[in-house]
């Protein structure tokens, strides 16, 4: 298994950072797995402007976004917005929190679209759909200007597959067992097992929000060429689509120990090919974003040791706020 951070392994397994300037006077900094996805989530909503059609991500990232997004329109310091969800259950998030939704029937082109991620790779290819939504994100995501991904550093790997966790398939129904058979013999050479995903209570097997079924993959070893991969997957019938997305993403946002990492992605010659720019934003940053979310949520938020992180002044200009 190929995860880039193993001590992220977990959900919600609290991390432990060591200030660096102050390691003998302050306690560690103690940052949850969904703390670092909120920071993301937070700091992808920054490219959100008023007027913008956007694409509503699906999951544990994508939701505090959504939530972010809401909570901005509600203060009035966005307007003017309209979302287009990827899942039943975002839009009845998005409708919970005020966002006026329509589909891409009426915007057949959005601006901007925020979302997490399984895995991601180097080349900011994804492994998208654990949660099962992945055929209306790539629909939604495959039409906006600008795809923001929002991690938290356990989803980097090597390459995709290399968590050793699911790659899903949507696939129909009908003789799922054929479906099944024929994607793992498509990838024997990377000893591939395809496994029909089922509800943990009842057995049943999982539905889509579009009444598929979903075959998540298995790989031991790099199924290699990720084009000819999806091709080959695409060309199978009964194949609804796949979780790789592959150039799709604009921008990759990780919250890690460190800080906020961000990156871009060119276009160049119609494709999105290069990584353009990175930044960090170190653990400073990460530290104030940490005290605004202490801030709006005072009622129900818990103190914060990444106070202990704050200069001074920074602390007291967050309390004018
Ligand atoms: O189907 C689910 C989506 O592709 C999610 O964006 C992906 O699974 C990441 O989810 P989470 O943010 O909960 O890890």
Redesign the pocket.
């Given at each position: 298994m190929a995860i880039a951070y193993p001590h992220f392994i977990g959900s919600d397994m609290p991390i432990v950072v060591e200030p660096p300037l102050m390691a003998s006077a302050a306690p560690p900094v103690i940052l949850t797995q969904d703390e670092l996805?909120k920071i993301a989530a937070y700091k992808a909503v920054e490219f959100v402007e008023s007027g913008m059609v956007l694409g509503l991500?699906?999951?544990?990232?994508?939701k505090h976004a959504v939530s972010r997004i809401g909570e901005l329109l509600q203060q009035g310091k966005l307007h003017n917005i309209v979302g287009i969800p990827t899942s039943k259950i975002t839009h009845e998030q998005a409708l919970s929190v005020g966002i006026p939704l329509s589909d891409l029937d009426a915007h057949p082109v959005l601006d901007l679209a925020i979302?997490?991620?399984?895995e991601v790779d180097p080349f900011m290819n994804l492994v998208?759909?654990?949660?099962?939504?992945?055929l209306r994100?790539k629909m939604v995501e495959g039409a906006c200007k600008k795809f923001v991904v929002i991690v938290d550093e356990s989803k980097l790997v090597k390459h995709l597959g290399g968590s050793g966790l699911a790659m899903p398939v949507e696939i129909v129904p009908f003789c799922w067992k054929f479906t099944a058979k024929r994607l793992e013999l498509m990838f024997e050479e990377a000893g591939c097992v395809g496994k029909l995903r089922r509800f943990v209570g009842n057995g049943e097997p999982f539905v889509t929000d579009n009444g598929n079924y979903i075959v998540d993959l298995y790989f031991k070893r790099d199924i290699g060429d990720l084009r000819a991969a999806s091709d080959a997957i695409l060309r199978l019938a009964g194949v609804v689509e796949h979780?790789m997305f592959l150039d799709m993403a604009t921008t990759l946002i990780v919250a890690g120990e460190l800080g906020v990492t961000v990156k871009n992605k060119e276009v160049l010659g119609g494709r999105r090919v290069k990584i353009a720019e990175t930044s960090l934003e170190f653990i400073n940053a990460v530290a104030q974003v940490q005290l605004k979310l202490c801030l709006s949520l005072r009622a129900t938020a818990k103190p914060s040791p990444l106070l202990w992180l704050i200069p001074l002044e920074s602390y007291l200009l967050l309390f004018d706020l």
């Open positions: 996805k991500g699906t999951g544990s990232t994508a979302d997490g991620a399984d998208k759909g654990r949660g099962g939504s992945l994100e979780g």
